[in-house]
DNA sequence: GCATTAAAGATAGATATCTAATATTAGATG
DNA sequence: CATCTAATATTAGATATCTATCTTTAATGC
């Protein structure tokens, strides 16, 4: 346990929140990536395979909304993954515009397999939390979610340009 | 307001919690991202800049430990800092081999046009929470860090190889 | 129906992060 | 005191993300 609690020098409350919520998502998404690299699967791809499980074939634009991640992203994760087999790439319906992503058997199968993955990240993040104060974390999660989206709407109308948020969840 | 949510088919709420905690990290960053950029701060030195306005002059092997980034991502945004001229590296001591880090007076003034800054984004996040559900959010959040701490190593105990934790902190 | 506009995807280039390998300095040990 | 080991920093190379731009196809308006 090499971590050193903010030895002498104390936080603010206000500070400390943000960070907590950036620790618990970055630990989350370790403990998610530490299960799927067994089955040899990205969290990108992971991103797109639980989409695509409940919605199928589905446009890179559309997948890429539903993701919350940009286009060329969903674009050179998805070239992948057809490379991998996990799903085929094609038209439908006479419009060469759109490529539909359209899950193989392969790509259906790791369903079975990555699931229950995600669940045991869950469960083991939950223990110790009782029944309320996760449904109560859960509120107060969506209720920051809401406030920030705001935040950013209202920053966005005063015409500030909204900068990507880049890889570090942690501080 | 574009957010689809799920539509039609039913997300079972164990998932949602880590999409939660994810997007509303995903909201912090943004949120102050946003607030940093007028002051031609990136997210990444705002990191270290905080950390060094309470230690001043730590080395880099004790930045990127405080910031759980590793040691090549602390060099260049250090190299990049002291370039802006927000730090001056240098040795201390006779020790020729850890490079500490000291804020210049720029360096120092910024705290005072950042911090603010970040105290709006923690206030704008927690709008129409009590204290007391702050104060449960806060707790809640430890527990699940702890727990996904303790996976982690379990994990690592175990023999798996524990992969970086990329820039996704969105699903 | 032809020309313009919009939509969707692809590509190029930048950034921040990571792992792995290398170099340098300090400390420990025979 | 010479050599080995550990600590620290640096460099190189890979990946995933972003923005901006370009290309292709569809839709719209005269």
């Known amino acids: 346990m090499k971590e050193k609690q903010t030895s002498h020098v104390p936080v603010r409350p206000d500070e400390r929140l943000a960070r907590l919520v950036r620790l618990a998502a970055r630990g989350f998404n370790r403990a998610l990536q530490l299960r799927l690299q067994t089955e040899n699967v990205t969290f990108g791809q992971w991103i797109f395979l639980r989409i695509l499980w409940q919605e199928d074939g589905l446009s890179q634009r559309e997948l890429s909304d539903r993701a919350h991640l940009t286009e060329p992203t969903a674009h050179t994760a998805l070239i992948k993954m057809e490379e991998l087999g996990f799903i085929e790439r094609r038209n439908v319906e006479g419009n060469k515009r759109r490529q539909h992503a359209f899950l193989t058997r392969k790509g ?35 209720v920051m979610i809401r406030n920030l989206e705001n935040d950013e709407q209202d920053a966005a109308a005063r015409g500030v340009r909204v900068p990507p948020t880049k890889g570090n969840t942690e501080n």
Do not use: I, T
């Open 108 to 142: 259906l199968e790791l369903r079975d397999v990555l699931e229950p993955l995600a669940l045991e990240v869950n469960d083991a993040a939950m223990a110790g939390l009782s029944k309320k104060a996760q449904e109560d974390l859960r509120h107060a999660l969506a």
